[in-house]
């Protein structure tokens, strides 16, 4: 007979595991999925969301209805968010000032898009050496990295 598995065993502080990291999200839709996996595992996550629109601010996936209801709030369970216009200087003033303070930043803008923000890793990073940057993009490097890539546009690839 096997002996028996040993259980898994809560730290002995009973602190999860990624406790006392923070993580900067900047992402819309299903790339969030690692941020809130990164969440659900103990680390502080704050979702940077746009304005929006008049009435509707921040994600606009927090006001779909019908088949992608619960879609935000599967997506970003366990997060902290706030509303920065990183169009602006004030609102990049705010990234940057976040970001001094982190472990960790993911985003998933289309190539080069926050680098001419100076939201891109050597900016980010000069100013935080120790940074971890996540850039999480639908297609490599090669024909197809500015294409849009939905998961329903990479699944029918």
């Known amino acids: 007979m096997p002996a028996e598995a040993e259980p898994v065993r809560p730290s002995p502080s009973g602190a ?3 406790a006392g990291v ?10 969030g ?3 809130t996996h990164l969440a659900d595992l103990g680390a502080e996550v704050i979702k940077v969301e746009p304005p929006g629109k008049p009435g509707k601010p ?4 927090r006001y779909l209805t019908n088949s992608g209801a619960g879609f935000f709030a599967a997506f970003n369970r366990n997060k902290k968010s706030v509303i920065l216009d990183i169009e602006t200087d004030a609102g990049l003033a705010g990234a940057r000032q ?3 303070g982190a472990d960790v930043f993911i985003e998933n803008f289309r190539p080069g898009g926050l680098d001419a923000k100076g939201l891109g890793y050597q900016a980010l990073s000069a100013g935080n050496p120790r940074l971890i940057y996540c850039s999480l993009k ?4 090669g024909p197809y990295e500015n294409r ?3 998961d329903e546009v990479v699944q029918m690839m």
């Open 98 to 100: 976040l970001v001094a």
């Open 16 to 18: 999860a595991p990624l």
């Open 138 to 141: 639908g297609f490599l490097p």
């Open 148 to 150: 849009t890539a939905l």
């Open 33 to 35: 999925a690692v941020g």
């Open 22 to 31: 923070r993580v900067i999200e900047v992402s819309l839709l299903g790339p």
């Open 58 to 61: 921040g994600d606009p996936t």
